[in-house]
């Protein structure tokens, strides 16, 4: 069984101070992580990919994610935020086998000038 | 460079009507997905397929019915729509399952009174 647990609905910050969204995942297998980011009124995008390569992912607009097996978490940063930041995050699991993909719940990004 | 084309993108309906919303990839996928948004709820799976012909369930399935006669479209029933299912609903496709990324469509907005 598979699930993502994202921490706090809605996180603010500052522009320019660190960025960090928060995600946990519960996978029988060695599982992919994602994270996609939902602008208003649009679609998902993917923002990046963990796929066992390296446990440091980088992805697009400057933003990585680690992935910590010990702590079963992929959480997503980003060193200083920008206004354009501003967006839903959802964090997503998929085991190796299987078809479905799981979504948290999502985190609500709100970067304050 | 289309990705992935909902259509239409918005939507109101009388308690009781049908429609189908129509999805449309141009990226060769065999998998394709339907979700659900809701506050709160983050993205759940109505149905997905992976291949032209075949349709499974996800986790939120009774209410809607699926067909994929052709590998690029992916179409969504609403035999007797409900307020329950007033919704965003997005299409996704995926080259394979496994890991593979999805990529999302713009979303289509349904609102049932």
């Known amino acids: 069984a598979q699930s993502v647990t994202q921490l706090g609905s809605h996180v603010s910050v500052s522009e320019g101070a660190l960025v960090l969204l928060r995600c946990n995942y519960s996978s029988s297998v060695p599982p992919y992580l994602f994270w996609y980011v939902q602008y208003p009124n649009q679609g998902l995008q993917l923002l990046l990919k963990y796929t066992s390569a390296a446990t440091l992912v980088k992805g697009i607009n400057g933003f990585e994610a680690e992935f910590k097996k010990s702590e079963t978490s992929f959480h997503l940063t980003k060193p200083s935020a920008h206004m354009s930041d501003a967006a839903e995050y959802f964090c997503a699991v998929s085991a190796n086998t299987g078809n479905q993909f799981y979504f948290g719940t999502g985190t609500s990004l709100t970067v304050i000038p | 460079n289309a990705g992935v084309t909902q259509t239409p993108k918005f939507r109101v309906l009388k308690t009781g009507q049908s429609m189908t919303l129509l999805c449309a990839q141009d990226m060769n996928h065999e998998y394709m997905y339907w979700y659900r948004q809701d506050p709160g709820m983050g993205l759940r799976l109505i149905h997905y397929?992976?291949?032209?012909?075949?349709?499974a369930k996800g986790e939120v399935p009774d209410g809607y019915n699926v067909s994929r006669l052709k590998k690029q479209n992916f179409l969504l029933g609403l035999e007797s729509a409900a307020p329950s299912q007033t919704s965003v609903y997005f299409c996704?496709?995926?080259?394979?399952?496994?890991?593979?990324?999805?990529?999302f469509g713009e979303g289509s907005w349904l609102t049932v009174v």
């Open positions: 996704a496709s995926s080259l394979q399952g496994n890991g593979n990324t999805i990529y």
């Open positions: 397929s992976v291949g032209e012909g075949t349709t």
